[in-house]
């Protein structure tokens, strides 16, 4: 009797199958715990960077070309621009004697989407227009360089981090005025009469 309860449990154990998609995920389940597992969490190289943006110089750094895309970042007590893997240009917090925040936005497109607008009947280009457009940033940085010379440099960065960076700088103790936040505003002013 104890012969046939054991092969009947073997008989069973043949008859038993697990869905496809069960097999599946299991094994998704155990490849991705093992994955984890040879990961290894490690600070980064340089864990002294307070703020770190990517952002295009427009002009003023010596030694960087203009609209070069690249790391805007405040470390150490000095804000410093790299591209890829050229000379870094920095300039020390204590020399920066104003920042200016701006905001800007610029088509997007090119000449396809000028045509675009172009083809569009009734005036309907006008309405493409309005979605064409990507806003950003605009980061201006007043500094007395080496030489004694007062001198500037201004970046683009994405929407909303050009405050983020000027409030780090502030935060550093780079003089920062206060009075370039007040927007333009659509103020109507009455007609004169003569």
């Known amino acids: 009797m104890n012969a046939e309860a054991g092969s009947e449990g073997i008989a069973r154990d043949r008859n038993f199958r697990m869905p496809r998609s069960a097999v599946i995920v299991l094994l998704l389940l155990l490849t991705s715990a093992t994955a984890s597992f040879g990961q290894k969490v490690s600070e980064p190289a340089n864990s002294t960077v307070t703020f770190s943006v990517h952002a295009t110089h427009l002009l003023g750094f010596e030694g960087v070309g203009n609209n070069s895309t690249g790391t805007l970042s405040i470390q150490k007590g000095v804000v410093r621009f790299q591209k890829g893997s ?3 240009v920095q300039v020390p917090i204590a020399s920066v004697q104003d920042v200016f925040l701006g905001d800007e936005s610029k088509q997007v497109g090119g000449p396809p989407m000028t045509v675009g607008k172009a083809a569009v009947p009734f005036g309907g280009g006008r309405v493409v227009s309005l979605f064409a ?3 950003y940033d605009t980061i201006t940085l007043q500094y007395v360089a080496n030489d004694g010379g007062i ?8 929407m909303g981090q ?4 000027r ?7 780079a003089d920062v005025s206060r009075n370039n936040e007040v927007k333009q505003s659509n103020v109507a002013i ?5």
């Open 86 to 88: 050229e000379r870094v």
């Open 190 to 194: 009455p007609n004169e009469s003569k």
């Open 162 to 165: 050009g405050k983020r960076f």
């Open 151 to 158: 001198h500037g440099a201004i970046f683009e960065l994405s």
């Open 133 to 135: 457009h990507k806003k």
């Open 167 to 173: 409030d780090q700088l502030a935060a550093m103790g």
